[in-house]
Structure formats: C-alpha cells, structure tokens
C-alpha cells in the first residue's frame, strides 16, 4: 500500500510582537498507485515590519516555486521563462544534480537566498536588514530530505521520543558545542538570539541537509524558535502532539502552550505524520 502522509501548520502572533513575521507552508500531493509526497517549511522573518515578515514571505514562496514540478504549485505569477531560468540554473550550479531530491533543495533554498537580497536590495531604505531563518522538510514516501539556516527547528518523534534532527546556528550553540557553556543555558544566556547564518545575509549561503528514514506513525514537528524557546521540555512538547485528536488541534495547544509560557515572540509550527497502515 502507498505510503500517505497527513499536515497541519498554524502561525501565531505571539503576546509581545506587533506583527507576525513567521511564514509557514505544508503541502501533500497523495497519489493513489505511488508514495505522497510533500513539502514542509517554516520561515522566521528578521528585521522587522517590511523586513522580516517579506523576507519569510518571499524565501518560501521561492521554494515553492522552484520544486513546483515535485508539489504540482504553480505560481499564477510565474511564466515559461522562470521555468527556463530555473532548469539553467540547476544545471549550471556546481555541486547540483538536478536528479538528486537532496540537490534539489539546497538548489531551492540557494534562490530563496537570492530572492530575500534581491528583495532588500530593491527597497534599501525599508528592508535593508531583512533576513530570515528557515526550515523544511521534503518527504516522499518513507524517505524526509531536511535543510536548515538559522534557529528554526526539525524535529522527530517517534515512540514519544522528540529528537532534534537539526542544529541551530546560533552563537549559543556553538558555546555549548565548545564546552563553555551548559544546553540548559541556551534558554537564559544574554546573547541567545543571536545566530550567524540566516537567508538574505550573504550573497552564498551554505545549507545543512540531513536524510532521515520515516517510518509509518513518525511525526515531523518544524517550528520557529517561538515555540522551542517558550516550550523548553521536549516531553511536553511530544505529549501534545501525541494526546491531540488531530493535527490542527496539536498545533492549537502547541501555540497556546507557547503563549501561555510567555509567547515572547512569533510562533510558526508545521506538523506532518507519516499514516499507519
């Protein structure tokens, strides 16, 4: 039997932010003879108004677009010669095989890269700081392609067992990767927000991809860090989604669970389970 997948996602304001700068994005083309696939993002926009919530805006719209031809999007806006643009530059970027799904993101993730600084560099005066952090995962069948810039998070869950597929790149992460200081104080350290690698802030960005085998009854769980920072216990985290009565309830309480423990920032949260038989 094909292997289904189901998706929720749900976006929060939070208690303290003005605006949402978070972006998310879930979709599942199932297929009746073949394994579904799908397409799983969350995005963090930095630098504020204008700034951060078009640069999260922009970066998964870029990647939509370019793996239209995996998820059946297309772009009303989009023409037959973006499809040329993009088929040349898969072919003309070292290091890419066009065939190769894993290749195929980091490809993806490269324009949205170009597409948050071309954004910026058009609108110097009002986004001249934008930037975003971004996670996503591309699932067919059993098999998730996963990249990753920034702080946003993939997570597995399996048999109650959150595990953390990604590595953020923040200066906080690096200190406890050096031994200076513990992983409990990532949540207190006065410089936890800072991160070194983001969409937007160079003219190259480089791409952490993981593979990760599903199996039937496996959770994807992608969030920003207002979810991960507000919700610190990886066992709440994995009862919620466990205990819910479905996907969308499970992003509900994840959010107000987020907002509850002080809802400093947006939130951005994006469920996907691999279906049992």
């Known amino acids: 039997m094909p292997i289904q997948l189901q998706a929720a996602g749900l976006t929060d304001r939070g208690r303290r932010r003005e605006e949402n700068e978070d972006t998310i994005y879930h979709k599942i083309v199932p297929d009746s003879d073949e394994d579904a696939t799908g397409l799983f993002i969350v995005a963090d926009g930095i630098g504020g108004r204008l700034a951060g919530e078009a640069a999260s805006y922009w970066a998964v719209e870029t990647i939509k677009t370019s793996l239209s031809d995996l998820i059946g999007y297309r772009d009303p806006r989009a023409t037959h010669q973006f499809d040329r643009e ?11 095989d066009p065939d190769n799904l894993q ?20 609108l110097p005066n009002e986004a001249r700081d934008a930037g975003s952090t971004l996670s996503m995962a591309l699932v067919r069948g059993l098999q998730a392609y996963v990249a990753n810039v920034g702080d946003s998070r993939t997570y597995l869950l399996r048999e109650g067992h959150l595990g953390q597929i990604t590595v953020d790149h923040s200066l906080v992460q690096k200190l406890i990767d050096e031994g ?5 104080q990532r949540y207190t350290h006065p410089q ?29 769980l992608l969030c920003s860090d207002g979810l991960w920072e507000m919700v610190q216990s990886p066992a709440e985290i ?7 009565p479905s996907l969308e309830r499970a992003c509900q309480e ?15 949260v994006v469920i996907a389970r691999v279906l049992d038989d």
């Open 238 to 244: 994995a009862a919620i989604i466990q205990n819910s």
């Open 180 to 184: 200076s200081v513990q992983p409990a």
């Open 254 to 268: 994840l959010v107000a669970a987020a907002n509850a423990a002080g809802g400093e920032d947006n939130i951005g």
């Open 86 to 96: 993009e088929l040349l530059y898969l072919h003309n970027t070292p290091g890419i």
């Open 192 to 220: 936890r927000n800072v991160i070194y690698r983001s969409l937007g802030a160079t003219d190259g960005v480089e791409v952490d991809t993981y593979t990760v085998r599903l199996t039937p009854g496996d959770f994807l």
């Open 103 to 122: 290749d195929r993101i980091v490809a993806a993730v490269r324009r949205a890269n170009d597409a948050v600084r071309g954004y910026a560099h058009h």
